[in-house]
C-alpha cells in the first residue's frame, strides 16, 4: 500500500535547502563510501580462502545448523556449497556462536584467522556504520540513516524526503527540520533495536529518519484536507481526507507489513519514525507557530472534473457517443458525483430504454437519503423518467423504497402516495412500508380526509401482517 500527497507544493522562493543537503549527503555517502564495498569485500573473501578457514569452518557449519536453525537444512540440501560459504563469509551470528567455542577448545590459530578475517568484513560500510542490534553503536545509531543496500532502496528514500521534505521544512526551517530529522531517525533505530534485541543483522537505510518527515508532515498540516494518491496491490486512486487522518493508514501499513510483509523491511523503525516525528512536531508547534502557511495548490482538478472537461470537450467535437460513453463509465467509478450523473442522463436521453439511461437514474435515485439533492430535483428526474421510458427498470423496489423514505421525509405527500401503489403494484413487503403508510395516513386524518386515510391503510396492510 502507497499513500503520497498530490496537492502541497514548495514554495521555490524560499529554496529547501536543507533538505536538498540531506538528499546530497545520502547521495554522495552512497557513491563515495559505499561504493567502495566491493573492493572491501573481495579483499575479505581471498583472506577467506587463502587462510585454513574453508577447511576448518565446514563441519563446525553443520553442527552450527544442527543446534541453531535446522530449518536451513533444506536450503542447504537444495543450494549445497553455496549456500554454505555464503552463509560461513557473511553470518554474522555464526560468528559470533564459534568465538567461544574457539576460545574454550584454546583454538588460537583458527581463532586468530577468524577474527583477522572479520575485520576485513567490519570494514563494510553495512557492518562498519549499520545498525546492529546486538551490538549497538554511537557510530551506527548515526550511520546507519546515511546508508543503502541499493540504488532501489537509496532512490525509494530519497522520493519521500523530496516529496515530504519540501514542505516540511519550509513551514519548521531549516535547522528544526534537520534536527527532527536526526532525532526521528535515533527513535526509529531505538524502537527497532528493541524489538529486535539481540539481533546480528545490521539494518541501514533513511527509511527511519524519512517516515519521522512523513509525521512531521501530518503535524504540520493537521486537519488541512489534501489529496492523495494510493495504491493497494493492483488497485490506485486518489482520495481527499484531512492529513491527520493518513497518520493511521501509515502505522497500520507498517503493523501489517511486519505480521504478514517481507522479513527483510524494518518496519518497527518506519513505525517509530513516524511516531517519534508527529510528537516531535507537535511538541514544537505548541510552543512556536508555523515559519509559512503550507502552500497547497489551488485548481487543481479532481478526477471528477477531470471526466467532465473530456466530455465536453468530446461534446464540444460532436463526439457524443463517445461522450456518453464516457458519462457512463465514469458514474460506475464516481456513483455519488450528480454532475456525472445529470451528464450521463442527459446524454442518454436520446435512447430512453438503452441500458446507459437506466444506470444513470438508478444511480441518481439510489442518491435519495442525500440531503444535498433537493426533493424537488428528485421528484422531477422521476417524473421525466417515467414519461420518457416504458420500462422504468431503474425503479427497482429498492429505489423506490428510497425515494419514498424521502418523500415522507420532505412531507412530499401525493409523491409518497405514487410510491407506495408502485410498491404494492410490485408486490413489495418491507418492514419500512407500514411506517410510510401511516404517515400518510396521519397526513390525510389531518386534513379531514378519512376515506383516503382508510384507502391507504389498506394499502399498505399486507405488509403490516407480514411484518
Not at 439533492?373 to 431503474?394: C, E, F, K, N
Request: overall charge negative; hydrophobic content about 50%; charged content about 20%.
Amino acid at each position: 500500500m502507497l499513500i503520497i500527497p498530490i496537492q502541497n507544493k514548495p514554495d521555490w522562493r524560499r529554496p529547501p535547502l536543507m533538505c536538498f543537503a540531506l538528499i546530497a549527503l545520502n547521495l554522495l555517502v552512497f557513491v563515495l563510501y559505499q561504493g567502495r564495498d566491493e573492493a572491501r569485500w573481495q579483499a575479505a573473501e581471498e583472506y577467506y580462502f587463502s587462510s585454513d578457514l574453508p577447511a576448518l569452518e565446514e563441519q563446525r557449519f553443520l553442527v552450527y545448523i544442527n543446534e541453531e536453525h535446522p530449518e536451513w537444512r533444506m536450503h542447504m540440501d537444495a543450494q549445497g556449497e553455496e549456500f554454505v560459504y555464503r552463509e560461513l563469509l557473511g553470518n554474522r551470528e555464526f560468528h559470533q556462536w564459534l568465538l567461544p567455542q574457539l576460545r574454550a577448545e584454546n583454538e588460537t590459530e583458527w581463532l586468530a584467522q577468524r577474527q583477522q578475517f572479520d575485520q576485513l568484513r567490519n570494514r563494510l560500510s553495512t557492518f562498519a556504520l549499520g545498525l546492529t542490534p546486538a551490538e549497538p553503536s554511537a557510530a551506527g545509531l548515526l550511520g546507519h540513516m546515511f546508508l543503502h543496500g541499493s540504488w532501489d532502496h537509496l532512490i525509494g528514500n530519497m522520493v519521500f524526503l523530496l516529496l515530504f521534505g519540501l514542505s516540511v521544512e519550509l513551514a519548521l526551517g531549516g535547522a528544526w527540520f534537520a534536527g527532527l530529522y536526526l532525532v526521528g531517525g535515533l527513535a526509529a533505530a531505538g524502537l527497532h533495536m528493541a524489538v529486535e534485541a539481540g539481533s546480528p543483522m545490521p539494518m541501514v537505510g533513511a527509511s527511519g529518519a524519512v517516515s519521522a518527515v512523513m509525521g512531521m508532515f501530518v503535524a504540520v498540516y493537521g486537519v488541512q484536507r489534501l489529496r492523495f494518491f494510493y495504491t493497494i496491490g493492483f488497485m490506485f486512486g486518489e482520495f481527499s481526507a484531512p492529513a491527520l487522518l493518513v497518520l493511521p493508514l501509515w502505522l497500520a501499513k507498517e503493523l501489517f507489513g511486519y505480521f504478514w510483509g517481507d522479513a527483510g523491511i524494518a518496519y518497527w523503525a518506519h513505525l517509530g519514525g513516524l511516531l517519534a516525528g508527529f510528537v516531535a512536531t507537535m511538541a514544537l508547534l505548541n510552543r512556536r507557530p508555523l515559519l509559512a502557511q503550507m502552500p497547497v495548490e489551488e485548481g487543481v482538478p479532481s478526477a471528477e472534473q477531470r471526466v467532465l472537461a473530456r466530455i465536453d470537450r468530446l461534446q464540444e467535437q460532436g463526439k457524443y457517443l463517445e461522450a456518453g460513453e464516457a458519462a457512463a463509465a465514469a458514474v460506475r467509478q464516481h456513483p455519488r458525483n450528480i454532475e456525472l450523473i445529470e451528464r450521463a442522463i442527459e446524454l442518454s436521453s436520446v435512447a430512453p430504454d438503452s441500458e446507459d439511461y437506466h444506470r444513470a437514474h438508478l444511480a441518481l435515485f439510489a442518491l435519495a437519503d442525500d440531503h444535498a439533492i433537493g426533493v424537488g430535483q428528485l421528484a422531477d428526474s422521476y417524473q421525466r423518467y417515467l414519461r420518457a421510458t416504458s420500462r422504468p427498470r431503474a425503479l427497482s423496489a429498492k429505489a423506490c423504497l428510497l425515494l419514498a423514505r424521502r418523500a415522507a421525509q420532505e412531507k412530499q405527500w401525493h409523491w409518497l402516495e405514487e410510491l407506495l401503489r408502485r410498491l404494492q403494484g410490485q408486490g413489495v413487503e418491507h418492514p419500512l412500508l407500514p411506517r410510510l403508510g401511516m404517515a400518510l395516513v396521519e397526513h390525510y386524518r389531518r386534513r379531514g380526509e378519512e376515506a383516503r386515510a382508510r384507502e391507504i391503510q389498506q394499502l399498505v396492510r399486507p405488509a403490516s401482517v407480514s411484518e
